[in-house]
């Protein structure tokens, strides 16, 4: 059934943008997109670190990592086509098929000294997204935006206003939009606030739990030589833990867009059991990956770090380096190597890094067509409704998912 009042999707992320892009091609209904980043001017820049560098296309939230630790920046993508305007390229998994074609595995051409190091260690090429230029769903977005096919509105949302378990008004900043059907796309992270802040949870049981992120731990290889390399990482190494925990090392050239002289290696859990949550507390929303909860992520993370302490020892990784670090006061991975079990943990806990990766805090708020349970109108499309945090690079997986919803949501249209 159609309806005057519009379509009104909040998010112009991954997931926001292929929602708008699957219905805009299923329904003539009014859509409205409600996104407070500008159009990337960055897409056919291969290095991402360049692009990170741009301050106005992200920013950050503070997150707790483990239980009780200290708060950490998470940078969150602010720009249409969200994380897939500034992620890192890398396309872990099977890439879309429905994409096929705009992505492409990396080449000898594209990567640098420390892919090529990773690569004699077991190392693979990855697959990118990017085939002439970086995939970014804003711009198909921006293309109907131009046409007057979808209406984009740049504000964030900071309310929804519900009646009777029907959503109605989605307050931003400077105005209030009616809707006819909202579908939520504003991350792993702003999804479950706004949610909560708007007061859901009295209808809505779930929202915030389970929230999930791939632990990851980070050494900074000091190059001998700076090189120019077109892409920033190229080369991944997937392997197991004794229990069969997945784990993924990633080969960076760069430590960020004006260091050249320093590389990075990472090793990330990629199937953690551990899952934390977003709540409201009185005064503030707070969220905790609480990673490393279960003895089985502990062990496993311990073998991942011995793992990457052994490729950083490797002969391929000191042909290119001087030194590795494991922290920011200039620990050897020498003094890692040498801990035993309980000191390499306590040291794991200090030291874990935060990914942009996260995902699944909604999970247990939607049926499988992504529509909130209990609510008439309300559908949540991104990384917040994936059962677990994917165990490959999450925006495939992601994409999948906001298109299936999309087309279940477009179907009750017509
Ligand atoms: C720096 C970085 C590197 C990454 N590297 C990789 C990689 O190499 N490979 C890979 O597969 N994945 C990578 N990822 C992860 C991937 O990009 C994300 O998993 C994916 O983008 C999540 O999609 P999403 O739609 O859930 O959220 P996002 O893409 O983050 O979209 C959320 C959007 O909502 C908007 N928003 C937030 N709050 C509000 C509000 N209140 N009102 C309206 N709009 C709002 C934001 O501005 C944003 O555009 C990376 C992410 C980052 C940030």
Not at 50 to 59: G, P, Q
Not at 119 to 134: C, D, H, I, M, V
Not at 315 to 339: K, P, Y
Not at 379 to 406: K, Q
Request: net charge negative.
């Amino acid at each position: 059934m159609t309806s005057q009042l519009p379509i009104v999707v909040i998010g112009g992320g991954t997931a926001g943008c292929t929602v708008v892009s699957t219905l805009a091609a299923m329904t003539t209904q009014r859509i409205i997109l409600i996104e407070p980043g500008q159009s990337s001017v960055h897409d056919d820049e291969p290095a991402f670190f360049n692009v990170l560098s741009d301050a106005a296309m992200s920013r950050s939230v503070q997150t707790t990592l483990v239980d009780g630790g200290q708060d950490k920046p998470y940078v969150q993508a602010h720009v249409l086509g969200g994380g897939s305007a500034i992620n890192g390229l890398l396309l872990t998994g099977d890439e879309p098929s429905f994409l096929h074609g705009l992505t492409r595995m990396a080449t000898e051409a594209d990567c640098g000294q420390v892919g090529a190091a990773l690569l004699t260690e077991n190392g693979r090429y990855s697959r990118l997204w990017w085939n002439a230029g970086r995939w970014n769903p804003g711009r198909a977005v921006q293309h109907l935006v131009d046409e007057g096919r979808v209406t984009a509105i740049t504000d964030s949302v900071t309310y929804l206003e519900h009646v009777q378990r029907v959503v109605t008004v989605a307050h931003t900043t400077n105005q209030a939009i009616e809707g006819s059907l909202f579908v939520m796309c504003a991350g792993a992270l702003a999804t479950p606030a706004l949610l909560l802040h708007s007061s859901l949870e009295r209808a809505v049981s779930g929202i915030g739990d389970g929230l999930q992120n791939h632990p990851t731990i980070t050494f900074t290889l000091q190059l001998k030589v700076s090189t120019t390399q077109r892409f920033d990482a190229t080369v991944v190494r997937e392997s197991r833990s004794s229990s069969g925990a997945k784990l993924l090392t990633v080969a960076y050239e760069r430590t960020n867009a004006e260091n050249a002289t320093t590389g990075l290696l990472t090793i990330s859990l990629m199937d953690p059991e551990s899952r934390g949550g977003v709540w409201r507390s009185n005064t503030a929303m707070q969220n905790d990956f609480n990673m490393l909860a279960t003895i089985r992520d502990r062990v496993a993370m311990r073998e991942a770090v011995r793992e990457l302490i052994a490729a950083a020892m490797s002969a391929s990784f000191s042909a290119i380096s001087h030194q590795v670090l494991v922290d920011s006061d200039g620990t050897s991975v020498e003094v890692l190597d040498a801990m035993k079990n309980a000191e390499l943990d306590e040291w794991i806990a200090d030291h874990l890094t935060v990914v942009s990766h996260a995902a699944s805090s909604c999970h247990e708020v939607v049926d499988s067509d992504g529509k909130v349970r209990g609510v008439g109108n309300l559908y949540i499309a991104d990384s917040s409704i994936l059962h677990s945090v994917p165990p490959c690079s999450p925006a495939g997986p992601v994409v999948i998912e906001a298109a299936r919803i999309a087309r279940a949501i477009g179907e009750t249209l017509t």
